[in-house]
């Protein structure tokens, strides 16, 4: 069956480059396209505007964040609101990463706190979900990663989440150049459309982009971007240079 979805190829930057080096990285990367996918760049937030100046013209390329507070405006110190991105032109967040997670102590509450406020500012979330090796050498993969979407996607209606895009982010694969094998990647990405179908009966599973995220390269992208439930990937190391990321993108 070919695939309905339209796919999104997004670059998480980290905290990676300088501005000179993040423009011409960008320049580079949409000079090579277009493209057969929606393309993402979330880069930390002080490049946000000037990343958007030399995508704007050009169809296909979104800005996108790598993080958004769960507060409106306020008191607090270092964060920002999903209002300020939307008013920046940002159109996608990324939330509950992995490091967020583990070094920032983000819990799935609070990432569903990210979620509602992303989403009532118009922002399209790219929401992480994924297990450590420990869990998966334990057999635990389906039932770690089934809970987050359970606990960071509650009380959200199916209405709210039209746009939603999920990355499967296997812990064990992210940063390592371990990948997760296209079978394990699929039959966790058809795993995740059922969760989102037990919650949501409807169009929603069906029409949600799922992305796969974890030492996404050249070498390893046409093979798990084939799968029927893999709509895309989440790139972070590979993002960060214009061969590598344009060489995935060419392998759609
Ligand atoms: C990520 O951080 O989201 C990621 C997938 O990183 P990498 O591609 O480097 O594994």
């Known amino acids: 069956m070919s695939k309905q979805r339209f796919p999104l190829i997004a670059a998480n930057w980290k ?4 501005r000179t080096e993040a423009e011409q990285l960008v320049a580079s990367i949409v000079n090579n396209g277009p493209y057969n996918a929606e ?3 979330a880069p930390p937030f002080l490049y946000i505007p000037r990343v958007g100046e030399i995508i704007e013209s050009n169809s296909g390329f979104f800005l996108a964040a790598q993080n958004c507070s769960n507060h409106n405006f306020g008191a607090y110190t270092g964060e920002v609101a999903a209002a300020m991105l939307s008013d920046c032109k940002v159109s996608m967040v990324i939330l509950g990463h992995s490091e967020r997670r583990s070094i920032f102590n983000e819990s799935d509450e609070w990432i569903n ?9 118009e922002l399209i979330p790219i929401l992480c979900c994924g297990e450590d090796l420990e869990q998966r050498n334990s057999n635990r ?10 606990r960071c996607l509650s009380g959200i209606s199916a209405d709210k989440l039209q746009k939603l895009v999920i990355a499967y982010e296997p812990v064990w694969a992210i940063g390592t150049g371990l990948t997760a094998r296209p079978e ?3 039959e966790m990405h ?3 459309r059922s969760k989102l179908e037990r919650f949501h009966p409807g169009p929603l599973a069906s029409g949600t982009r799922i992305l796969y995220g974890g030492s996404v390269k050249p070498q390893n992208a046409a093979e798990l971007l084939e799968c029927n439930d893999i709509d895309g990937a989440l790139v972070g190391g590979a993002s960060l240079n214009a061969d590598d990321f344009t060489g995935i993108l060419r392998a759609l």
């Open 190 to 192: 058809a795993f995740i």
């Open 113 to 121: 706190k990210k979620l509602i406020a992303a989403i009532d500012h």
């Open 39 to 41: 393309v993402a760049f």
């Open 141 to 150: 993969h389906r039932e770690v990663v089934g809970q987050q979407l359970e």
């Open 184 to 186: 394990q990647a699929q």
């Open 15 to 18: 905290m990676n480059l300088l």
